[in-house]
């Protein structure tokens, strides 16, 4: 089946960075689009980005746009986000996902998920 496992999620100030990892597990996810999600709480689930298969089609949601980077290693089956300038409403449990590029953007769905990591920006 595999699976995804996110890290580097932790405590930042507002202004800071933060580096996301999403690593597979168990099989290659390296024929998906790789996305990320996140839940505030309270809140619902939110798309934040997400990069094709190939790399060249990156998009993001409006609130991250210019902080945020997408990025992905197929070599090692990884995908990154790189947060910076980060603010206290970018709080919340972050997501990595493995799917179709149309689902994850249109629909906030996704084959595969990962377990969650926490990111909380203090001001």
């Known amino acids: 089946q595999g699976y995804l496992v996110e890290s580097g999620g932790g405590l930042a100030q507002t202004g800071g960075s933060l580096r996301l990892s999403c690593a597979a597990a168990?099989?290659?996810?390296?024929?998906?689009?790789r996305g990320w999600f996140r839940r505030a709480a309270g809140k619902e689930r939110e798309f934040v980005a997400v990069?094709?298969?190939?790399?060249?089609?990156?998009t993001y949601v409006d609130s991250v746009k210019g902080r945020f980077t997408i990025s992905r290693d197929k070599a090692k089956d990884t995908v990154y986000l790189q947060m910076n300038n980060l603010k206290p409403e970018d709080t919340g449990v972050y997501y990595c996902?493995?799917?179709?590029?149309?689902?994850?953007?249109?629909?906030?769905?996704?084959?595969?998920w990962g377990q969650g990591t926490q990111v909380t920006v203090s001001s």
């Open positions: 168990g099989r290659t996810f390296s024929g998906y689009a």
């Open positions: 996902a493995a799917s179709d590029l149309t689902s994850m953007v249109k629909s906030g769905t996704a084959n595969f």
């Open positions: 990069i094709s298969e190939s790399g060249l089609i990156r």
